[in-house]
């Protein structure tokens, strides 16, 4: 779809309940949306990045949270002009999101942009994810999430690929 981008943030390395990974739940779940949609990928990573050890960037991400940084993107903003769905890829860190997706929004206009989260985590889902973007971005439509486990992604990937081609299907960004 020429009007959707995937907007993705994702960590390699060490991950809760998890363990190890060479590819973040995240990443791979851009990849399948992706693939489903025909639509561009963008990587909302930061220009430091985050350590692999997952007590090492739950420190930093800590911090960054506590502060409410914004954090500098490793990668220029993409072109939005034709963007009118936006797939937000996005792990629950504490309820809430990494501070690079706040760089990422803030970067962008979200003005009438229909946002369709999409989170990973392992216990708290979405979390209060739905409400905060709501209340950060009220000039967008805000979707109806959902929240895929990391080690379903991980260790289950056509179960993963049921649970988001129903996702896409159910809100017609692919025909049933």
């Not at 009007?3 to 060490?14: D, K, P, Q, V």
């Not at 959902?146 to 690929?161: K, L, P």
Request: net charge negative; with cysteine.
């Amino acid at each position: 779809m020429d009007n959707t981008l995937i907007a993705y943030f994702s960590r390699n390395g060490e991950n809760f309940n998890v363990g190890n990974v060479e590819k973040g739940s995240g990443a791979i779940l851009a990849d399948m949306i992706s693939e489903i949609l025909g639509s561009d990928e963008y990587e909302i990573c930061t220009e430091a990045g985050y350590p692999e050890n997952l007590e090492e960037c739950n420190k930093i991400a800590r911090k960054e949270a506590e502060e409410n940084a914004r954090p500098e993107l490793g990668n220029p903003l993409p072109d939005m002009d034709a963007i009118t769905n936006l797939v937000l890829v996005y792990p629950n860190w504490w309820g809430d999101f990494p501070m690079a997706v706040y760089s990422f929004l803030d970067g962008i206009n979200t003005e009438n942009l229909n946002i369709y989260p999409v989170c990973t985590h392992e216990d708290n889902g979405l979390a209060m994810t739905e409400r905060i973007l709501k209340q950060a971005y009220p000039k967008a439509n805000i979707m109806k999430g959902i929240a895929v486990r990391g080690s379903v992604i991980q260790n289950d990937r056509n179960h993963t690929e049921s649970i988001i081609v129903k996702y896409l299907s159910d809100r017609n960004l692919v025909a049933k």
